[in-house]
């Protein structure tokens, strides 16, 4: 049996995906692997069986496993590309669970990120800065959130294409295009335009750093007030 660590406080869904995903990605399991069943899974996590339903389908979501009803779940081809039209699907209510969508998401975001840190030049760096002080600047002057939101679409855009991976710059492509709507939303709830800009500048700092913890805490920090504003924007 695979190692399986205590859950920690984020929220169970994104816990149990980052487990099963990270003994995916290090090869604990393999494709074709059959997961634990869901009662299994659900033991040995402590966590109650809808917590794992809402994990498995989320990582099915993106691509990383395929679940079989009446078989179980098997991990996908390790080459099999993630397919964009899910993220799609997030969006246009084939998931209506917030907290479905948004660890699906930070799951996409957080390996987008850390692989473009990988591969960032000062060029890079220089250019995500300059998005950093345009944002300021439209911050403190009259909001303009369509030129605000563009800005913001630039610094992701430009962190897909540092990742180097073709997959992962079309997903963030896709995500960037999905999320226009909610977040024009987003951007009109108090403290939002700041949070956009304080997690960012966190990121390029971290990438700076080569911290790999504290990209992930930048990104953590994004998730969890995001869905504190998508909510109060609903």
């Known amino acids: 049996m ?11 869904t994104e816990q149990v995906m980052e487990q099963i995903a990270s003994w995916i990605t290090s090869n604990e399991l393999n494709p074709g692997d059959k997961l634990p069943n869901e009662r299994l899974l659900a033991q040995e996590f402590g966590v109650n069986r809808g917590r794992i339903r809402e994990s498995l389908r989320a990582l099915a979501l993106i691509g990383l496993i395929t679940i079989k009803p009446g078989e179980g779940s098997y991990v996908n081809k390790s080459e099999s ?10 969006y246009y209510n084939e998931i209506d669970n917030l907290d479905e969508i ?13 692989e ?16 950093l002080i345009e944002l300021k600047s439209l911050s403190v002057k009259e909001k303009n959130i369509v030129d605000f939101q563009q800005l913001l679409d630039e610094f992701d855009l430009h962190m897909g294409f540092c990742s180097k991976n073709k997959i992962y710059n079309k997903l963030m492509q896709t ?8 977040m024009l939303k987003i951007l009109n709830i108090p403290g939002a335009w700041e949070n956009s800009i304080e997690w960012r500048i966190k990121l390029v700092l971290a990438i700076k750093d080569h911290d790999d913890e504290k990209i992930k805490e930048a990104i953590n920090l994004n998730f969890t007030r995001a869905k504190q504003f998508y909510r109060k924007a609903d």
């Open 81 to 90: 590309p993630i397919p964009a039209e899910t993220i799609g699907w997030m």
């Open 175 to 182: 995500i960037v295009h999905l999320r226009h709507e909610s």
């Open 116 to 131: 473009a840190s990988k591969h960032m030049t000062d060029d890079d760096i220089i250019v995500l800065e300059k998005t």
């Open 102 to 114: 948004y660890a699906a998401r930070k799951l996409i975001e957080s390996e987008v990120f850390l």
């Open 2 to 12: 695979v190692k399986i660590n205590p859950i920690k406080k984020i929220t169970v």
